[in-house]
């Protein structure tokens, strides 16, 4: 391998045209990671929050945006006996997909499922790992439960839809035109609120409330979906695109047996992050080999085009995931 690697770097905080090509060393991979000769680069929210100066990487993580990717491992290091050179896999990612090669725990690896190819790979570990960790772990979502997701046409939600679908849930979503909903509903949600034409809180509590709701809005959604919920019902906050601070009553959280809770998946611990991956190599991989389900697609840029990912990403008019290719 050369010393160097063509890389898309973060010049300044900012909008997408801070995205730059540059040349970056070579990582070289310590005991248990493993290097990543990257075929395509999913594109992710968090990548713009990094590129605004708005969500900084871990201490030991790349200053590269990039949380997922897809290619061939051309290096292992020390101890590594699950993979060797030459193997195909996607991974999460502490950083640095933006590039040629990337470093990675070999525990964050998953192998490319039956009958798909590396760019509908590299669409799959962040959503999955967040969609798995969240919604059925964190949540404790269970067969026949009424589930909601806000941004049902985001990579997060048309994974949590079908994910919730396949595994016995009714799900519902919310939308902001009605391509998007028909597109919620095809991938099996039941019922799909356009936000700009409905009351997603009328609509859940005429159907009894919502035991589960998948929330990144924030805002003045939190105290909505509160009301939207069932006795007993779970909230789980991944992010917060329109602000985390709200008032709210919490006398109704104790009165209704209410739980509020919700992570990120960056900052969690590297062994935390493989017990992730080992759940879902486990539990919804062979749904991925079965064909039941499969990542959305919205777009591909060139690696070169990553400001206009970024663009696309940020314009809310995607369904489904954006890639970057990075190699042929």
Known sequence: MTQTMRAIEITE?????????????????GAGEVIIKVAYAG??????????????????????????????IVAVGAGVSDWAEGDEVCALLPGGGYAEYVLTPAAHCLPI?????????????????????????RGGLQAGERFLVHGGSSGIGTTAIQLANVFGARVFATAGSDEKC?????????????????DFVDVLRAEGGANLILDMVGGSYIPRNI???????????????????????????????????????????????????????????????????????????????AAAAHARMESSGHIGKIVLKVSG
Do not use: H
């Open 113 to 137: 499922p039956k009958g798909m190819d590396l760019k509908e790979a590299a669409c799959l570990p962040e959503t999955f790992f967040t969609v798995w960790s969240n919604v059925f772990q």
């Open 43 to 72: 594109v992710n929210r968090p990548d713009a929050l990094q590129r605004a100066g708005m969500y900084a990487p871990p201490p030991t993580a790349s200053d590269l945006p990039g949380l997922e990717a897809s290619g061939v």
């Open 227 to 305: 009301k939207a919920l069932a006795d007993d019902g779970r909230l789980v906050q991944i992010a917060f695109l329109t602000g985390p601070k709200v008032e709210l009553n919490f006398a109704q959280i104790m009165t209704r047996r209410l739980t509020v809770t919700g992570s990120t998946l960056r900052p969690q611990s590297d062994l935390a992050k493989a017990r992730i991956a080992e759940a879902l190599r486990e539990q919804v991989w062979p749904l991925l080999d079965a064909g039941r389900v499969a990542p959305v697609m919205d777009s591909e840029f060139a690696f070169e085009d």
């Open 13 to 29: 905080a900012g909008g997408p045209e801070v995205l730059k090509p540059c040349e970056r060393p070579m990582p070289q991979p």
């Open 182 to 198: 028909a597109a919620c509903l095809d991938l099996g949600a039941e019922r799909v609120i356009n936000y700009r034409d409905e």
